[in-house]
């Protein structure tokens, strides 16, 4: 199955019977169709569960999992794949600006699968013939029939075969489908480092989810903290393990020169504009390998809990 077979899969069989009970919108533009995830709807943890799902082109189970009390009291998000190539790099990962006039959003999916524009479908053998493209839009507004028949041109489909999801960060749908992403932070890391994907076979991740916050900057930063801060990301791979020695301690967002302070604050002093910050930043915090070819594992990065509570404005009692 193709991975927007799969996503299409997933909203008719969770997400359209069930629109009033995870609090979706669905919006028909002409013969396309928005599903509002939490631009003018309340949403919710299912809802969030689900739209991370649809970016993963549902090759990942999502859970919300007990709290670390030792990280942060709230509960953690966990993410785990045995295709992290096609889940992660070939669907969620946010490799498409989507803009035109006042409208920007990050897009992601498995529609960039269809697009396949960005230099990293040059390295993942990804192939999607399938007439269907589903994306996913972080953005607060409902993009207009305009938006949709450009990415569905884009993507080489009619706007009748195009389903976009739409959330905000600062919607709690939208925080889980961004929290979600600690996996995806590691492989885009390894990929800018040289790395085979092909190699990571397995994978899984967790983060803190973190208070949804009204103000834009903190938003952006609580959501990138939970990862940066607090991702822990195991990853079984085949490969030799001098090459994991070689470049696992750069994997991490420990190895930037912008690690310490909570995103927003670093976001502010580089006057918003999130192309100055360190690319090497957005990583988890922690990565481990776990080598099958050998039997041995690494672990690198570290914890940091205390930017974690001031990132998420916890109040002392």
């Known amino acids: 199955m193709s991975l927007n077979t799969s996503a299409k899969s997933l909203i008719e069989r969770?997400?359209?019977?069930?629109?009033?009970?995870?609090?979706?919108?669905?919006?028909?533009?002409?013969?396309?169709?928005?599903l509002d995830f939490g631009c003018k709807v309340p949403g919710g943890i299912q809802a969030g569960l689900l739209l991370a799902r649809i970016c993963l082109?549902?090759?990942a189970d999502v859970q919300v999992a007990p709290a670390d009390y030792g990280l942060w009291q709230g509960p953690t998000l966990q993410v785990t794949t045995d295709d992290p190539v096609s889940a992660c790099m070939a669907s969620q990962y946010a490799g498409w600006k989507v803009s035109k006039d006042q409208f920007f959003a990050m897009g992601s999916g498995p529609m960039r699968s269809k697009r396949k524009r960005e230099e990293v479908f040059e390295h993942l053998e990804v192939q999607d013939d399938s007439p269907f493209a589903v994306g996913v839009l972080e953005c607060d507004q409902i993009p207009s029939i305009d938006i949709l028949e450009r990415i569905a041109d884009e993507c080489g489909t009619q706007p009748a075969n195009t389903i976009l999801c739409v959330a905000p960060t600062r919607s709690l749908a939208g925080v889980i489908q961004v929290v979600a992403r600690s996996i995806e932070t590691a492989m885009h890391k390894l990929h800018e480092l040289g790395f085979d994907l092909h190699q990571v076979i397995c994978a899984h991740g967790s983060a803190p989810i973190p208070p949804v916050a009204k103000d834009f900057a903190e938003g952006i930063g609580r959501t990138n903290d939970a990862i940066l801060y607090g991702g822990q990301v195991t990853l079984w791979v085949d490969t030799q393990d001098d090459l994991i020695e070689s470049i696992g301690g750069k994997v991490p967002s420990l190895a930037s020169k912008d690690f310490g302070n909570p995103f927003a604050k670093t976001f502010r002093e580089y006057q918003y504009d999130f192309y100055k910050v360190d690319p090497g930043l957005f990583a988890p915090a922690t990565v481990s390998?776990?080598?099958?070819?050998?039997?041995?594992?690494?672990?690198?990065?570290k914890l940091c809990p205390e930017v974690l509570r001031d990132s998420f404005g916890c109040k002392a009692n």
């Open 289 to 301: 390998f776990v080598n099958l070819r050998s039997g041995n594992s690494f672990r690198y990065g």
């Open 57 to 59: 082109a549902d090759l």
């Open 14 to 34: 969770q997400v359209l019977p069930n629109l009033s009970r995870l609090r979706i919108a669905d919006h028909r533009l002409h013969s396309g169709r928005v």
